[in-house]
């Protein structure tokens, strides 16, 4: 069964590391992250593609990947990856941090997009 | 509608990846996916599709794996007849080859490229770049008057108003969806200059066929891809060990020789039928054919009328290359670079020199649009008596320094039908969204169906996209 949008969305908003997704939600963002994978890792300790490293961005300040040259238009934007801020700029980077260099055209759907983010608080639990 | 199921995905997923060390070649028995066409759209969504645990069999037509990357091995300096440019951007490619082991090396700055060497024949006459920038019979305006005329195309349309890398299929963009025409002549661009334009045109066979739109769009992925420095690189030994790489990566199979026919929904799967009788069956199907091998390909039930229009009306660039191999550098006797403009029958010529070193052991023609009728009318024999005569034009020392390796005609090949698509005004609006759309279980790729970048970038993002599509099927 999968879960309704408005209940993942209550999930992430109080979400503690004891609340974790299911395995077909993780499924879903595993999907959604193929969209992803050519330019970021997500393991800890992977090497930056062409974007950066994903490990730990749920929560992070933007623009925080040690060794990762950002745009001057992220670095500057003062942004913290908190899941509303991440889905806003997953549908479209520009209207997060104009100027910024992600060349990306949004695909997903908003339940994509929270499984995404889903998947990657998961993946950022782990090793 | 098939759906994929969800155990079996997991389960799938899991086996891969524990196996992946010596992954066993999958019992084909009826595979969850056939795609269609080896070039880089239906490999990558072969082994992303792979990755999650389908099983997926590829049918190639033709005996060779890369499609539109094309490596002439058999030549002098092994020239690239397909893609041959992989930008420091195209994360896809980059990635891939990465994961598979398949170097890449920087493509090294040959003087012989240099702009300012280049040699422009114009109206029957030779000059150097700075002769042709201050010709009397230079029609270009000013400031791009140094260029060439085709390179001056992107700059005298403006700086894109497209916000970002995939603004060209908004509604609130296709009032651009028009021919490039009447902004040109806004911008002081005479009929003389759109003339000189037209002969080494690469987004239409005129200007008036060229959509505004199209030029903007390829001047966003210019303007987003130069965000990401570093070289343009080219894959070892020829770009087209990428795609043959990507295929033997593959558990699945690759038949090649396979041309399709048919497409037929059969209850929960799908059969597709090749000219030699062959058929599979699958719950799913990727077609990654270009739009005019697709027109060979009936489909049942057919396509929506608007996507069936798309696949017949989309254009598709028409290119001759004339690889000439090169037995002695009649350049370097006359002081010059062999890189040319003209607005001859040549229309231009770029050396091959990978590595930067100024000397090139072959040259490729490259001709567009209307200028390929008539070299592609000329009987073989009379290839090699044409290019001396057309060579020596320009190059007086150049008769008997070249030899004609091979003609290859893009636009002639029936598994191709051009080098890329070309949407002609108002193609943008029209077919944009629908090219893509999936049709019951077949879904499609190719760098026709591409959202955001071109080229062989453009080919990756395609498989990407419709491997996710069907995996969202879960």
């Not at chain 2, 990654?288 to 009328?305: C, I, T």
């Not at chain 2, 002639?412 to 944009?432: T, V």
């Amino acid at each position: 069964m999968k879960l309704q949008p408005l209940l993942i969305g209550l999930l992430s908003l109080t979400c503690t590391p004891l609340l974790v997704a299911s395995p077909a939600d993780s499924q879903k963002g595993r999907v959604a992250f193929v969209r992803c994978m050519a330019c970021h890792g997500v393991k800890a300790g992977e090497p930056h593609k062409l974007g950066p490293n994903l490990h730990g961005v749920v929560g992070s300040r933007a623009a925080a990947a040690e060794g990762f040259a950002y745009s001057d238009a992220l670095r500057t934007a003062n942004i913290t990856w908190d899941e509303d801020t991440l889905r806003r700029w997953i549908v479209n980077p520009g209207a997060v941090a104009p100027g910024n260099s992600m060349a990306y055209v949004n695909t997903l759907s908003a339940a994509d997009i929270d499984a995404l983010i889903a998947y990657l608080k998961s993946v950022s639990a782990g090793p | 509608m098939p759906t994929l199921n969800r155990r079996r995905l997991l389960l799938g997923a899991a086996a891969v990846a524990a196996a992946s060390a010596a992954p066993a070649r999958a019992a084909m028995k009826q595979p969850d996916v056939i795609v269609l066409g080896a070039g880089l759209a239906g490999l990558n969504a072969a082994l992303l599709l792979e990755q999650f645990g389908l099983n997926v069999r590829v049918l190639e037509a033709s005996q060779r794996i890369g499609g539109r990357l094309c490596t002439l091995d058999d030549l002098a300096g092994h020239p690239e007849a397909g893609g041959t440019q992989i930008g420091a951007a195209y994360a896809r490619i980059v990635d891939t080859a990465k994961r598979l082991g398949v170097a890449m090396q920087p493509n090294e700055r040959s003087p012989l490229l240099n702009d300012r060497n280049l040699v422009f024949h114009v109206n029957g006459q030779r000059r150097t770049a700075e002769q042709w920038a201050s010709a009397a019979d230079n029609p270009l305006p000013a400031a791009v008057r140094a260029m060439t005329p085709d390179g001056a195309l992107l700059r005298l349309i403006g700086a894109s108003p497209l916000s970002s890398i995939g603004a060209w299929r908004d509604s609130a963009n296709f009032k651009y969806d028009v021919s490039a025409v009447e902004t040109l002549t806004a911008h002081g661009v005479n009929t003389e200059a759109m003339k000189l334009i037209d002969a080494t045109n690469s987004y239409g066979d005129t200007l008036s066929e060229t959509s505004l739109l199209n030029l903007y769009y390829v001047q966003t992925n210019l303007r987003e891809i130069s965000r990401f420095p570093g070289p343009v690189m080219g894959v070892a030994g020829g770009n087209q060990r990428l795609p043959e790489a990507m295929a033997r990566a593959l558990h699945g199979d690759v038949l090649r020789g396979r041309v399709v026919t048919h497409v037929k929904a059969e209850g929960r799967s799908t059969s597709v039928r090749c000219a030699d009788g062959s058929k599979y069956k699958a719950s799913f199907v990727v077609c990654a054919l270009p739009l005019p091998a697709m027109r060979n390909v009936r489909f049942e039930p057919g396509l929506p009328a608007l996507h069936a229009d798309a696949v017949r009306q989309l254009a598709y660039a028409r290119v001759t290359q004339l690889h000439l191999e090169v037995k002695r550098p009649f350049w370097e006797d006359e002081g010059v670079s062999p890189f040319l403009w003209s607005n001859g029958p040549l229309e231009r010529i770029f050396p091959n020199d990978p590595t930067g070193s100024g000397k090139a052991d072959s040259l490729v023609v490259w001709i567009n649009g209307a200028g390929t009728a008539s070299w592609d009318a000329m009987p073989e024999a009379d290839l090699q008596a044409r290019v001396d005569e057309e060579l020596a034009r320009i190059y007086p020392s150049s008769r008997g320094a070249v030899r004609v390796g091979r003609r290859i005609t893009w636009h002639a090949s029936p598994l191709a039908g051009g080098a890329w698509a070309n949407w002609l005004p108002g193609q943008i609006e029209r077919f944009s969204h629908v090219i893509g759309q999936p049709h019951g279980s077949v879904h499609f790729a190719g760098e026709h169906t591409a959202q955001a970048l071109r080229g062989m970038e453009g080919a990756m993002e395609s498989g990407e996209r419709a491997a996710s599509e069907i995996l969202a099927h879960q």
